[in-house]
């Protein structure tokens, strides 16, 4: 019987110091309200991601930034880098756009997104363009 008692000691002297230590270096989870508002930004911009993304696929665009000497993977690479605003600005001029301007709109708004990426210094496709920093 003491020799059980002497291992339990032993037993719950560890257990204390592992519980202090797992108080001690425990962090806080804190939750918050999600707003109506903030869930349909988030589920607009991927509505708006993927339908730039589905005119990429189309023939006519495919041609075109081949001849303008851009891949398509960049493109899709810069289209998911883009933020919700830039995003909704973009759906928003192809919407404005005529119907036969469409494809010429959207190679505009993506040579103006590489322009904009080599001025900030993310990317280096065109060499005539200085990096602003």
Not at 12 to 37: K, P, R
Not at 58 to 65: A, F, I, S
Request: aromatic content about 6%; glycine content about 6%.
């Amino acid at each position: 019987m003491q020799t059980i008692r002497k291992h339990l000691r032993y037993v719950s002297f560890c257990m204390a110091i592992m519980m202090a230590f797992g108080t001690v270096w425990a962090s806080s989870a804190s939750a918050g309200m999600v707003g109506t508002g903030e869930l349909l930004t988030e589920q607009r911009a991927d509505l708006d991601r993927q339908s730039l993304l589905d005119m990429l696929e189309r023939d006519e665009v495919k041609e075109k930034l081949a001849d303008m000497g851009v891949s398509q993977e960049q493109v899709e690479q810069r289209i998911q880098n883009l933020t919700p605003a830039e995003l909704s600005t973009f759906e928003q001029q192809l919407a404005e756009a005529p119907v036969g301007e469409d494809v010429v709109g959207i190679i505009v708004l993506f040579l103006l997104v590489f322009i904009i990426t080599d001025m900030l210094c993310a990317t280096n496709i065109y060499p005539f363009i200085n990096c602003i920093r």
